[in-house]
């Protein structure tokens, strides 16, 4: 059981950046700031793009924190196959805002062994939901304060996602979350 953690851990690797920086970065836009004294706290993810990562993950939270050299703390959680009995998984690592806007942040984990990206596209402006993605559009999340988010907010989201970021979401995933 220890082996297939240890295994389980090493595919979550960044399990919320992706792994891989792209030459167009500058293609894709980004919110025009982010208060992170707003956007730390508890995310829950709504849906995503499969990630090697991420397997069979559900009900997956993030935890942003400040720290004190502006830096963000990053703690993701999960639990495989099933949202209440499933077996957690959990990874920490560090977010580090790349310009003054706060809305690309470069995000490492594993001291530092496994960066990514970790971009805002869409944030409400009561920091109640975030669209993230990546500039090779091979990540995307939706992310909500609540463990479920309306309806229409999600389509409005996934639909910003194609006609304004370039994604594909064919094959995306709505993670299977618990009610409040």
């Known amino acids: 059981m220890k082996g297939l953690a240890k295994g389980l ?3 979550l690797l960044a399990f919320g950046a992706h792994l891989s920086w792209a030459d ?3 293609e894709l836009e980004t919110v025009p700031y982010v208060d992170v004294y707003q956007y730390v706290g508890k995310w829950y993810e709504i849906a995503r793009l499969p990630q090697i990562f991420q397997p069979a993950c559900t009900a997956v939270t993030a935890d942003y924190g400040l720290n004190d050299d502006g830096t963000l703390s990053v703690f993701n959680f999960c639990r495989i196959l099933h949202p209440k009995y499933g077996f957690p998984i959990s990874v920490q690592g560090t977010a580090v805002p790349l310009d003054d806007t706060n809305s ?3 995000v490492s984990f594993f001291d530092g062994k496994t960066n990514g990206n970790y971009w805002v596209l869409e944030l409400d402006p009561a920091y109640q939901w975030s669209l993230v993605g990546d500039p090779d559009r091979s990540s995307l999340y939706i992310l909500s304060r609540t ?3 309306n309806e229409a907010i999600v389509d409005e989201l996934l639909e910003l996602a194609v006609t304004k970021h370039g ?9 299977k979350q618990l009610p409040n």
């Open 104 to 106: 690309k942040l470069a």
């Open 167 to 175: 994604y594909n979401i064919d094959h995306i995933i709505m993670t």
């Open 9 to 11: 851990g090493v595919l």
């Open 147 to 149: 463990p479920q988010l």
């Open 24 to 26: 167009n970065e500058s």
